[in-house]
Nanobody, 115 residues
Framework: QVQLVESGGGLVQAGGFLRLSCPAP????????MGWYRQAPGKQRELVAT???????NYANSVKGRFTVSRNNVNNTLYLQMNSLKPGDTADYYC?????????WGPGTRVTVSS
C-alpha cells in the first residue's frame, strides 16, 4: 500500500514562508506525476502545482511567482516552497501521486496564514 505523508505545515504570518515535504515510494516517484493540492474550509480541493518526472511544472495562477514545486530524485521527496504567503493560502495541503490510472493522496497538512 502506497503511503504519502506530508509535513511542514503550520501557522505563519502573512508574508512569511513554509516548505512542505512529501516522501514517496521510489516506484511511484520515479514514474509518476507528483503534485500538491489544497482545500480551504468550505471550498473544493484545487490544484496548486504539479511536476512531472522530467521536471516540467504547472502552477495555479494564484500561486505563480510565490510557490515553487520541486522533486529530489535521490531521496524521492516532493517539495513545495511557499513564499510571500497570504491569508488566502490558508488550507489543508495534500500531496498527490499519479501513475497511469492510479492515484494516491496523503492525509494532508494544515497551513494557516494570519494577517
Amino acid at each position: 500500500q502506497v503511503q504519502l505523508v506530508e509535513s511542514g505545515g503550520g501557522l505563519v504570518q502573512a508574508g512569511g514562508f513554509l516548505r512542505l515535504s512529501c516522501p514517496a515510494p521510489g516506484t511511484i516517484f520515479t514514474s509518476g506525476l507528483m503534485g500538491w493540492y489544497r482545500q480551504a474550509p468550505g471550498k473544493q480541493r484545487e490544484l496548486v502545482a504539479t511536476i512531472a518526472t522530467g521536471g516540467f511544472t504547472n502552477y495555479a495562477n494564484s500561486v505563480k511567482g510565490r510557490f515553487t514545486v520541486s522533486r529530489n530524485n535521490v531521496n524521492n521527496t516532493l517539495y513545495l516552497q511557499m513564499n510571500s504567503l497570504k491569508p488566502g493560502d490558508t488550507a489543508d495541503y495534500y500531496c498527490n501521486a499519479e501513475r497511469g490510472f492510479a492515484t494516491w493522496w496523503g492525509p494532508g497538512t494544515r497551513v494557516t496564514v494570519s494577517s
